[in-house]
């Protein structure tokens, strides 16, 4: 099944106390945020995120092909603080649907939560993700069914691109979806993938083989990602637009004085 995957944003985001202070003018607000956050201190990002691809699905060379699409829609947080590991994670919601293929249907909605230490170079996440689905592909169903996955990401920060690779752990509420096996889970998957920046856009090209009861899963999804930094600096120019007094810049990198600080995911030091 398609599942779009949580990943840092690879350019430092803005956060919403930092777009208040600039919009405020106020020098004497910016200043004590700042003395505010010198020290230990939580920091998050919100993000929306669309997604698209292609799906194979199939046993003993018999496959059949899917278009698929989805986005999700989160906030990412970070413990910031001058020794590593920092800890971090992500929360959202997001779904997938195949738009069009040889027979298929199908769709995916879920929710789920992803916490875990990050280095300044390798991190690790694992946690809940709750979801619904169903896909037909030809003569092969997978029924609908309420479950659980649970992801464990390992994720590599190399200078402008971000690396990860991952394994899945699958449980159902329909004895139909378990896989004929001998381990207790009904489902499992790998993943691998590579993100960048394109265009000032994260990009974040993912694939995933799972194992399913009805055969093999094979998904394919490039993802774009817009985050906070990104949605204020939409907000900033809109109110320009209107006659605002914005002063624009609410997407700007960080001062020197703020580098130790990092920000919600962002890009390691």
Known sequence: MPLILDLPPLEQPVLMESYAAEKSGSSKKSSSSKKKNSGPHWERDPYVRAAGGGQVFGTNGNNSTAVVVGGEAGFQYEYIQKKW????GTTRVGGSYVVSGDN???????VGTFFGPRGKTVGATIGPDIFYNTWSYGQNTLPEAFGLDVPLTVTANLNNFTAFVGGIGTWTNNEKRARDWDVPMHEAAGFVGLGGTLEGVDVIGRYEYRM????EQQTILLTATIDGGTIW???DQADESQGGSGSGTSGGKKDDDDSDSGTAGGKKD
């Open 85 to 88: 590991p920092r800890w971090g």
């Open 104 to 110: 298929a249907s199908g769709m995916d909605l879920r």
């Open 212 to 215: 399913t009861a009805a055969g």
């Open 233 to 235: 600096d939409l907000l």
